[in-house]
């Protein structure tokens, strides 16, 4: 059974910096592109940033030069380091675990980020 486990979620107030851990279980992870979306209230879920097997990222624009994924595949852990916050970044945010080749796709059931004074 697949299993991936975000945490790190709470309360910041804007201007301020949140780290968000996705935990995997039940897959070989070092082989899986990890993604991490999120989804505020009232709007569709939106993709944040990815980082391949190869450790290769890609962040979206809006939250360019203020975040940053990484992984360490020793602890099949995904990483999602988030400064400048501020309220707009205030939603609940997914884990994702994707191989294409073989139409695997796993979620989280996500960690919510609230950004407020």
């Known amino acids: 059974q697949v299993w991936l486990v975000e945490s790190g979620g709470g309360f910041v107030q804007p201007g301020g910096s949140m780290s968000l851990s996705c935990a995997a279980s039940?897959?070989?992870?070092?082989?899986?592109?990890m993604t991490w979306l999120r989804q505020a209230p009232g709007k569709q879920r939106e993709w944040v940033a990815s980082i391949t097997r190869g450790s290769s990222t890609n962040v979206t624009d809006f939250v360019k030069g203020r975040f940053t994924i990484s992984r360490e595949d020793a602890k099949n852990t995904v990483y999602l380091q988030m400064n400048s916050l501020n309220p707009e970044d205030t939603a609940v945010y997914y884990c994702q675990a994707s191989r294409t080749s073989i139409g695997a796709n796993y979620w989280g059931q996500g960690t919510q980020v609230t950004v407020s004074s």
């Open positions: 039940g897959i070989s992870f070092n082989i899986y592109t």
